[in-house]
């Protein structure tokens, strides 16, 4: 499996970088289309294109980090979400950032439960289609479908681009008085941009699942929903927030590459550098 970008191997040394990525090819619980499994190494082939000099930023990210050090693949054979947490913590420890390519988005659960032990004030930042606040579903409370009740269980979070949600969902959020966290994608305009920042708390751990963008920007994806956000609106949201918070752990999941639509797998690694780019901001 290759390494994110490619940049000279002295890049890429664990020791000096200050950004960690981890590829994640967990699927268990897809319940529509499949292949999550390949997002990781999707992502990483596409990463080798992408310019490692930014327009926007006026340099290159990576430098500014010193190096991106990309692990070799999580072993999700047993127990995916305890090796997924043992092996965040790890990353944590040595006062890195994990970056995490999944996979279905039920491995966030045990990146969260591993950020918030060192992080006890932690808040999560999701972006979806998808509520993902059911509390089971077929016969798993770690189903994809569940990461964010899981996750809600440990810490508050905000969710952006909401678009997809049963009735169990509605009761929950209703029951919960969580409406003030649900930024809807029917609703977004740009202006809850600052509603977003101050709900979130000091340290801050983001989840993307790329469905949470229009199919027409990511139509690689397993349950892809219409009416999603826009690129500059992803990345408006993202720069807000990175440079107010303190960001502890990222992860980017379900993308489920198609054969000849390499474009969605590049967008992907597009995003992954802006957002590394914007943590370089703050170093």
Same mark, same amino acid.
């Given at each position: 499996?290759?390494?994110?970008? +490619? ?29 999550? &499994? ?12 992408? +310019? ?33 947490? %043992?092996?965040? %913590? ?5 006062? %890195? ?5 999944? #996979? ?62 049963? #009735? ?21 305009? #740009? ?52 440079? +107010? ?24 690694? &597009?995003?992954?550098? %802006? ?6 901001? &703050?170093?």
């Amino acid at each position: 499996m290759k390494c994110f970008l +490619e940049i000279d191997p002295a890049e890429r040394r664990f020791s000096s970088s200050k950004i960690v990525v981890l590829p994640v090819p967990y699927e268990g619980t897809t319940t529509y289309g499949k292949g999550t &499994k390949n997002g990781p190494s999707a992502i990483l082939k596409a990463s080798q294109i992408v +310019e490692d000099y930014d327009i926007e930023l006026g340099y290159e990210p990576y430098k500014k980090v010193g190096g991106i050090h990309t692990t070799k693949p999580v072993n999700v054979s047993k127990d995916p979400h305890s090796q997924i947490y %043992k092996a965040v %913590k790890s990353v944590i420890a040595e006062k %890195k950032i994990p970056v995490m390519l999944g #996979g279905e988005h039920s491995v966030s659960y045990g990146a969260v439960r591993a950020a918030k032990e060192y992080y006890p004030g932690l808040s999560v930042l999701q972006f979806d289609a998808h509520a993902d606040l059911r509390d089971s579903y077929h016969g798993s409370q770690h189903n994809h479908a569940c990461v964010m009740r899981r996750i809600r269980s440990m810490c508050p979070a905000v969710q952006v681009g909401i678009r997809s949600q049963d #009735g169990e969902e509605a009761e929950y959020i209703k029951n919960n008085d969580l409406a003030g966290s649900m930024f809807y994608a029917h609703d977004y305009d #740009g202006s809850s941009v600052p509603d977003i920042v101050n709900q979130l708390s000091k340290d801050v751990y983001i989840t993307i699942d790329v469905d949470a963008f229009d199919p027409s920007v990511i139509p690689a994806t397993g349950t892809p929903e219409p009416g999603g956000l826009l690129w500059y609106q992803v990345l408006e949201i993202l720069k807000a927030v990175i440079a +107010e918070r303190n960001i502890v752990g990222v992860d980017v999941v379900e993308l489920a590459p198609k054969p000849n639509l390499h474009y969605a797998d590049y967008t992907i690694a &597009k995003l992954v550098y %802006k957002i590394i780019g914007y943590i370089s901001l &703050k170093f």
